[in-house]
């Protein structure tokens, strides 16, 4: 009888597998005459035999039996076949397990099938490029996921083990910790009071047998033993659940919700006050999920649901990041708000009126508008007087003020006896404490906070464009003035700057894009849209393989759009120019303006802390300055507006900025031609703008002077500045120049070097490289911006104060009696002339020439104290006679308008500049026997 019994527990694994252990299950728990029978037939069989309950023992503590000599082979071999079998339970469930946490969230414990695109990211190694650029404009020098999860759920991950803790985490942890670091910090919400703990495989883990896993925070589930037969996992010991289980959890939700429903009653519109008796499926699509009652200021999860913003934020606060009706994760910052079509839909829901008497049916829409009223009536009621006969009794607002003195003289005699025997006769301080208490009573805290203000001579806060206008010209960055906006609030308790989102709104009506206005006719290939602000300087280009790479950043306007920004700032300046002609408020034009472009390197733009995209270090800025506009007369055009200061940076309005090095001709091209383009097309077109109330007609003359010798090169294909063609006025070459420097004339123009390219491209003379250069004068570079022949101001100041202080060297050393001399020599005579100026004139040596050294060396005094190193009183004469003929000259070339501002030196300047020249071929022929620098 012994083997037999020994025998039965071991020869059907199946049975006996569900007597060795209890099993719990997630669908029901054993009843008690299954777990009765089965315990009756585990100790029938224990009774048997004292050894096979050793073996039963042993084998319970998944030990290895220590009798296997006493028992028959056939037992023995049973006995080892459990054992293996057992062995491969072990490895199996280990399998199941490690395979199962990688589909889990290392830190909330949520299954990455719960996400719809399936995103994850790995627990160890740097962080993503997304989350670094986040980190690095909050200046944080994390750099590793771990370090990250450490700083924002307080959880250790370094020591992970992979057969325990899970090797990557979900979107949503990767969205808190990117809320965390970005500037609405403060609404990073987890769904969970804690992260998951993790722990080894054992008898009772909850990820092998959940369906929805959480880490060790919920109850461990209990498994099927129906479907437990179907899967050869291993069994597990019964063990108690510590945490709450969902009856708890799911009636502290009832209960939040009953007390959320109660709140809302006072706030929100029950769905009992519709006028039509709709379906309920009808009234639950346009009913909160939350407080039942009709959605107000609904918001939509991801999930589709929709709520009440406050109840969701509420119940998000109070239970969890997650959706009420589907537990799908929800942040607040995941709400948006539902179509448009939906939500005139649920505006045009009539609804009773809650006022007694009134019958009314009203929209949602509507609602609070129908209330307010009802709540104005009632307040003029409280003040009703109770009319005895004749015409019905006025309410006080509506009186005049003769009528209002009337009515509350009786009061206002009482006031002041009050005043005169309590405040010193102080009556505005009564009326106005009066006023205060009465604001207060009625919680309207605001308004009794800005009175308050004016009684104490403080004022109310500073108006938008205000503040705007102190972060402009301070410098401030957004996040440094959002920080001094929250430090002066909290501080003095009062709100003098405005929010960002103040100062957001009122530059709306300062950039381009916020005025409509029409072009007739419309301007070729420009779009008639008026509302473009700042668009992709690169917007235009076609990339193809075969074009030219553009690796640069670059941000503009429109033309048009800036140009009617411009004009519509000016519009007081337009209307009171007209008034101070004499002109008509109402004449529509045509205006007619006058443009100045400019175009210009900013030098040195690198980033100070590197890491940003791999553009050039230099920058470039095309701007223009509206110069006058004027109105054709009988007399002729009167000028109704003039710039008084055309050179200034307040008048000078940006166009184009890019990260771009001026002398990258493609670039510049690629990047240019769109605004060219735009300025060929309104050059031959009229702009229709409201202004002063009257649609008005304007003109535009484009005059490209803004550009330094460089640029004028660079964007009319001329050869660099060291060229043998010296001049971008006239066709001269520096020989040419050095022997003839008299007679000039200028003889360049756009038109001309775009005739001279296309011969240099084609060479249709079949020329060789010097003849063809020589043929087209320098011209090697398609011209793509038109200039006017001008002069630029301060470069001419720089070049011709470089070689005055050159002359002024040669002269102290006497070079026009011995021109072999070493550079030893010329190095002592520059350092006797910087001591010189330094002890007689405080001018400081520089390595390179600017323009305020230039203007301090271009003077009468400097001059003087030169010619006292000169031995030479002959030679002193001559230096003497150039100075004073240069400082006769400048004037007409520095003003902006020389007719008006220097016109006796307009007229002497011909004169001026051939006796200057003269002087240069004579006296200081050593000098410029067969050169001459460009600006002389």
Known sequence: NVPTEMHHPFTKFSEWKFKLFRVKSLERRPSEEETEGSEVSYNSSQEISPESTVVSEDLSLGSTPQLLTNLKPQESENLNAVDSNETDLKSLGNEAHVTAIQQLCRICGASFKMDQQNRSYPVHGPVDSETQDVLRRRERKVTSWPELILKVFKTDVRADVDTIHPTRFCHNCWTIMNQKFSHNSSEVYFPHNQAVEWTPHSAACNVCHSSKPWGKRRGAPQLNPNKLKKRKTRPEFVKKSKTPSSHSIQWKSNKVLNQMKDSCKKIHLDTNLLVVDYPSDFVKSVSCQVCEHILSDPVQTPCKHLFCRICILKYIKLMGCYCPSCKYPCFPTDLTAPVKSYLSVLNALLLKCTVPGCDEEIPLGKYSHHISKHKETKGKEAYAHINKGGRPRQHLLTLTRRAQKHRLRELKMQVKAFADKEEEGDVKSVCLTLFLLALRARNE????????????????????????????????????????????????????????????????????????????????????????????????????????????????????????????????????????????????????????????????????????????????????????????????????????????????????????????????????????????????????????????????????????????????????????????????????????????????????????????????????????????????????????????????????????????????????????????????????????????????????????????????????????????????????????????????????????????????????????????????????????????
């Not at 300025?679 to 009257?694: H, Q, S, Y």
């Not at 003087?864 to 002193?876: D, F, K, T, Y």
């Not at 150039?882 to 308008?897: A, E, F, I």
């Not at 050593?926 to 460009?934: F, P, Q």
């Open 445 to 936: 805290h605001r308004q009794a906070d800005e009175l308050e203000a004016i009684m104490e001579g403080r004022g109310a806060g500073l108006h938008p464009a205000v503040c705007l206008a102190i972060r402009v010209n301070t410098f401030l960055s957004c996040s440094q003035y959002h920080k001094m906006y929250r430090t002066v609030k909290a501080t003095t308790g009062r709100q003098i700057f405005q929010p960002l989102h103040a100062l957001r709104n009122a530059e709306k009506a300062l950039l381009p894009g916020y005025h409509t206005f029409e072009w007739r006719p419309p301007l070729k290939n420009v779009s008639t849209r008026t509302d473009v602000g700042i668009i992709d300087g690169l917007s235009g280009l076609n990339r193809s393989v075969d074009e030219y790479p553009v690796d640069t950043i670059s941000k503009r306007f429109r033309y048009d759009v800036a140009l009617v920004s411009a004009l519509k700032d000016m519009e007081e300046d337009i209307l009171e120019g007209l008034k101070a002609q004499d002109l008509d408020d109402y004449m529509s034009g045509p205006f007619t303006v006058v443009v100045k472009e400019s175009c210009d390197g900013m030098g040195d733009v690198s980033e100070k802390h590197g890491s940003g995209p791999a553009v050039p270090e230099k920058a470039v800025r095309f701007s223009f300055t509206v110069m006058n506009i004027s109105f054709p007369n009988n007399n002729g055009p009167v000028r109704i507006f003039e710039e008084s200061k055309p050179n200034s940076e307040l008048c000078c309005k940006p166009l184009c900025l890019m990260l771009a090095d001026e002398s990258d001709h493609e670039t510049l091209t690629a990047i240019l031609s769109p605004l060219i383009a735009e300025r060929e097309a309104m050059k031959t077109a009229e702009l229709l703008l409201e202004m002063g109330g009257i649609l008005r007609n304007f003109r535009f003359v484009f005059r490209g002077t803004g550009y330094d010798e460089k640029l004028v090169r660079e964007v009319e294909g001329l050869e660099a500045s060291g060229s043998i063609y010296i001049c971008t006025l006239c066709d001269a070459t520096r020989l040419e120049a050095s022997q003839n420097l008299v007679n000039h004339s200028i003889t360049r123009s756009h038109g001309e070097n775009l005739q001279r390219y296309e011969m240099w491209r084609t060479n249709p003379h079949h020329e060789s490289v010097d003849e063809l250069r020589d043929r087209v004068k320098g011209v090697s570079a398609k011209p793509f911006i038109e200039t006017l022949p001008s002069i630029d101001a301060l470069h001419c100041d720089i070049g011709n104060a470089a070689e005055f202080y050159r002359i002024f060297q040669l002269e102290i050393g006497e070079f026009y009696k011995n021109s072999s001399v070493t550079k030893e020599e010329k190095k002592r005579w520059q350092a006797t002339l910087d001591k010189h100026l330094r002890k007689r004139m405080n001018l400081k040596p520089i390595m390179r020439m600017n323009g305020n050294f230039a203007r301090k060396l271009m003077s009468k005094e400097t001059i003087e104290a030169v010619c006292e190193l000169v031995p030479c009183e002959e030679r002193q004469a001559a230096l003497i006679e150039l100075m004073d003929l240069y400082l006769k000259m400048k004037p007409v070339w520095r003003s902006s308008c020389p007719a008006k501002e220097c016109p006796e030196l307009l007229c002497q300047y011909s004169f001026h500049s051939q006796r200057f020249a003269e002087l240069l071929s004579t006296k200081f022929k050593y000098r410029y026997a067969g050169r001459i620098t460009n600006y002389f």
